[in-house]
T-cell receptor
Framework: DTGVSQDPRHKITKRGQNVTFRCDPI?????LYWYRQTLGQGPEFLTY????????KSRLLSDRFSAERPKGSFSTLEIQRTEQGDSAMYLC??????????FGPGTRLTVL | GDSVTQMEGPVTLSEEAFLTINCTYT??????LFWYVQYPGEGLQLLLK?????DKGSNKGFEATYRKETTSFHLEKGSVQVSDSAVYFC???????????????FGKGTKLSVKP
């Protein structure tokens, strides 16, 4: 399968714990985006990478959120000291440039 | 700021009924417009797109026309099927001469249920 993959698909954690999600984009897509989707809402943009450079991170929800794409291939999104309000679906999308983005299945985070 | 407003759901239709889901937008720059669909338990899939005014996007019997004068991009299908039951999202991305990150701005989504 050559689509965007995300791991894990589901994560349950306790408040205060750190979590890390991984996204593997479509091979050779140079742009990678992270979004958050809460129940009943559309996805909300968080950050994006052009190759390994993080070109926008001001939309990250707080300084507890960080993302990396160390070699311009896969990316990780980390949330430190999780809070119940962080419970959501975290989506990754990749793009070869241009208008179209291809989404992964998402990681559903539940913070107890 | 840039935003998308789409009709609230849920929308419930009988099979073979006509579907319209309204979408309007507010944007600076030159937006491209999209409809994404999310089937139960699956990720977002691009349904159709239009990149400039008066363009019509179409796919799987769905259509939407980019209307700059009314800032709208309404989704239509002449005869829905049970398999069309899903959540539909209208979205835009902005491309400026100065360069753009190209992130998508989504509406809240409209849930469609089609009954046999």
């Amino acid at each position: 399968d050559t689509g965007v993959s995300q791991d894990p698909r589901h994560k349950i954690t306790k408040r205060g714990q750190n979590v890390t999600f991984r996204c593997d984009p479509i091979s050779e897509h140079n742009r990678l985006y992270w979004y958050r989707q809460t129940l009943g809402q559309g996805p909300e943009f968080l950050t994006y990478f052009q190759n390994e450079a993080q070109l926008e991170k001001s939309r990250l929800l707080s300084d507890r959120f960080s993302a990396e794409r160390p070699k311009g291939s896969f990316s990780t999104l980390e949330i430190q000291r999780t809070e119940q309000g962080d419970s959501a679906m975290y989506l990754c999308a990749s793009s070869p440039g241009g208008h179209e983005q291809f989404f992964g299945p998402g990681t559903r985070l539940t913070v107890l | 700021g840039d935003s998308v407003t789409q009709m609230e759901g849920p929308v419930t239709l009988s099979e073979e009924a006509f579907l319209t889901i309204n979408c309007t937008y507010t944007a600076t720059g030159y937006p491209s417009l999209f409809w994404y669909v999310q089937y139960p338990g699956e990720g977002l899939q691009l349904l159709l797109k239009a990149t400039k005014a008066d363009d019509k996007g179409s796919n799987k019997g769905f259509e939407a026309t980019y209307r700059k004068e009314t800032t709208s991009f309404h989704l239509e299908k002449g005869s829905v099927q049970v398999s069309d039951s899903a959540v539909y999202f209208c979205a835009l991305s902005i491309w400026n001469y100065g360069g753009s990150q190209g992130n998508l701005i989504f509406g809240k989504g409209t849930k469609l249920s089609v009954k046999p």
